[in-house]
């Protein structure tokens, strides 16, 4: 069975400080991996996928098929990147069978 | 824009009755999905449709099914709500390229 893992329920930095989310996988062939974000009163969107290897509002994400990781990174935290994130893997149906999502960190960043 | 539009944002139902929820989605997307949101749970996948009159078991379909009657409109049905069902209820549609869309959501309390 496929699973996603983010041990930090909640997580809180200091503006201008780096941010690093953690995301583990479990399943036995070639995950398709994201970050979804959820900004509050907003819908959930897709923040970034691994296999587009983008930057995005600054933030980007390894697949580490070694350890079975896909931690999202920030250098410097802004106030606006305060949400909640959500690891997400899509397993062979390419995404068309639905994705299993991790229980999500609540990222607040403090002036 | 994709535009994944659910029925209700708030939406309150007394134990055993049942419920409807509707979600439309404007982009010609073959693939919709059911999922509930809960603090702490993360997003877990209902039900799924890749075509119109198919569904597909999610991860927890207990205490739901789905009607997919036009490729725009997926709905889910509790047929005899639960207070164990007071929950966030989030549509979504792909064409199966992975970016999934998600809807507002539809905030169900049963009481």
């Known amino acids: 069975a496929q699973r996603v893992t983010q041990p930090e329920k909640l997580l809180s930095v200091f503006k201008g400080a780096p941010v690093e989310l953690k995301c583990n996988y479990s399943y036995s062939g070639s995950p398709e991996l994201f970050w979804y974000v959820q900004y509050s009163r907003q819908r959930l969107q897709l923040l970034l996928r691994?296999?587009s290897r983008e930057s995005i509002k600054g933030f980007t994400a390894d697949l580490n098929k070694g350890e079975t990781s896909f931690h999202l990174k920030k250098p410097f935290a802004q106030e606006e990147d305060s949400a909640m994130y959500y690891c997400?893997?899509?397993?062979?149906?390419?995404?068309?069978?639905?994705?299993?999502f991790g229980k999500g960190t609540h990222l607040i960043i403090q002036p | 824009d994709v535009k994944v539009t659910q029925s209700s944002r708030y939406l309150v139902k007394r134990t055993g009755e049942k419920v409807f929820l509707e979600c439309v989605q404007d982009?010609?997307?073959?693939?919709m999905f059911w999922y509930r949101q809960d603090p702490g749970l993360g997003l877990r996948l209902i039900y799924f449709s890749y075509d119109v009159k198919m569904k597909e078991k999610g991860d927890i379909p207990e205490g739901y099914s789905v009607s997919r009657e036009k490729k725009e409109r997926f709905s889910l049905i509790l047929e005899s709500a639960s207070t164990n069902q007071t929950s966030m209820y989030l549509c979504a549609s792909t064409t199966g390229t992975y970016e999934q869309y998600f809807g507002p959501g539809t905030r169900l309390t049963v009481t």
């Open positions: 982009m010609d997307h073959e693939n």
């Open positions: 997400a893997l899509s397993g062979s149906g390419g995404g068309a069978d639905g994705l299993t």
């Open positions: 691994h296999i």
